[in-house]
């Protein structure tokens, strides 16, 4: 309880102004001929949040898209200002935000290590003992005397989560970036943070990946329209979270038949964080735990995956593979593996069936829906394109 608040929020509130989206053209053409085009809409950002975080600790911000978490770190990195309220910070920031800041295109990873430590009110000798360092974190010594603007985005993020997590800032603010790196690189970096924390510096992290969120911090706030939902430790934080995810259609209502009940429905990765929270590219398993209330045989059973908009994306089912099940035992689980999960970040929902024989002895819409977040699909540094609707897998070559 002795433990000094290094980050006070005081009622922080943030307003964005942007320019009225036009509906249409004839709405443009007249906000045009009558000179109403200086219309804005207010967007609150953030709505007054309040927190305190530990020196020493790492911190964790969540939220879906849209919720605040990048506006609350950029106020706390003093990238952008608050419409009200304060947030006070006692010790030397560094802050590692989106790809693009922190960084000067034009000059060498060199330079802008050199660069970015002098910010930090580092003297030339001690960034000097800190640059081979940093260097062979980031794993592009080959590349340290070129001009970030060739890196690719994945070299760019190592060179600059190392530069971020080596220059002893006493608070090290995150945003997203372990999703960009690789599998090694992830870890490393994870490890480097807990690092960080455990010299008393303070960490501050923002990330959709909920396993990397529990295992690493300690305490964190949920985010939603850009109000905290729940604050504390970081289990309960990340538990409400998973919460708001669960299926609005109980399964209770219509979970049994005259022929089969079904207990539970779990959507499980092999990568941790909890379930009905996956990334894509993930090696998933549907479980669906079930009691037969009359003796079942040649049961075939079909899921449907459907996006937000209720719109079918794919299907899977025991027959395709021609693996219809002979035999029922009175109670198990049916477990269906779906390796690679193809489908971007989104929300998505499943509707179960059963047939015996030809005749529909179970169904259930939307039974339970999850969630899809940002992951490395590719295998690689590069993240999916947010807007692709499906991501494939696939090989290049030349000849
Ligand atoms: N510079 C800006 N001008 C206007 N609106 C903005 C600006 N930056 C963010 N917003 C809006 O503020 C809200 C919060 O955005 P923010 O980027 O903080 O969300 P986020 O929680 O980081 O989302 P994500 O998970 O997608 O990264 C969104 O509605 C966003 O569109
Ligand atoms: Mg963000």
């Keep these: 309880m002795n433990s000094r608040s290094i980050i006070e929020v005081h009622n922080l509130t943030k307003i964005y102004h942007i320019g009225k989206k036009s509906r249409d053209l004839r709405y443009t053409i007249g906000n045009i001929i009558t000179s109403k085009n200086k219309s804005y809409e207010k967007l609150l950002a953030l709505d007054d949040i309040s927190f305190n975080v530990n020196e020493g600790e790492v911190f964790g911000i969540i939220g879906p898209n849209g919720s605040g978490k990048s506006t609350l770190l950029k106020i706390l990195s003093r990238i952008t200002y608050p419409t009200s309220g304060r947030a006070i910070l006692r010790g030397r920031i560094s802050s590692l935000l989106e790809v693009g800041t922190g960084f000067h295109h034009e000059l060498t990873g060199r330079e802008n290590i050199f660069l970015n430590g002098s910010i930090l009110g580092m003297s030339k000798k001690e960034i000097k003992s800190k640059f081979d360092e940093i260097v062979d974190f980031s794993g592009i010594e080959k590349f340290i005397d070129t001009a970030v603007k060739h890196y690719s985005s994945g070299m760019y993020v190592r060179l600059a989560f190392s530069v971020a997590a080596h220059l002893e800032p006493e608070i090290l603010l995150v945003d997203e970036v372990l999703s960009v790196g690789d599998m090694n690189f992830r870890k490393k970096s994870m490890g480097k943070m807990n690092e960080v924390a455990s010299s008393g510096r303070t960490v501050v992290l923002v990330s959709h990946n909920l396993g990397i969120i529990n295992n690493l911090c300690q305490n964190g706030i949920y985010l939603h329209n850009g109000r905290i939902i729940k604050s504390g430790l970081i289990n309960s934080v990340v538990e409400a979270y998973q919460n708001s995810y669960k299926p609005d259609i109980s399964l209770s209502i219509s979970k049994k038949s005259k022929y089969i009940e079904v207990k539970e429905i779990k959507i499980l990765s092999q990568t941790g964080g909890g379930s009905n929270i996956i990334s894509c590219g993930d090696n998933v398993k549907i479980d669906i735990e079930f009691n037969t209330l009359v003796k079942i045989k040649n049961l075939l059973v079909k899921i449907i995956v459907r996006d937000h908009n209720k719109q079918t994306i794919f299907s899977c089912n025991n027959k395709f593979y021609d693996s219809i099940f002979k035999e029922v035992p009175k109670q198990g689980t049916i477990r269906c593996q779906i390796p690679k999960l193809p489908l971007n970040t989104g929300e998505y929902s499943i509707d179960l069936f059963f ?11 939307e039974a339970v829906r999850f ?28 000849e």
């Design 355 to 365: 047939e015996e024989n030809r005749k529909e002895i179970f169904k259930v819409s």
């Design 371 to 398: 969630e899809v977040f940002a992951g490395s699909y590719y295998s690689t540094s590069i993240m999916p394109y947010h807007d692709r609707i499906f991501l494939v897998d696939h090989k290049w070559s030349i």
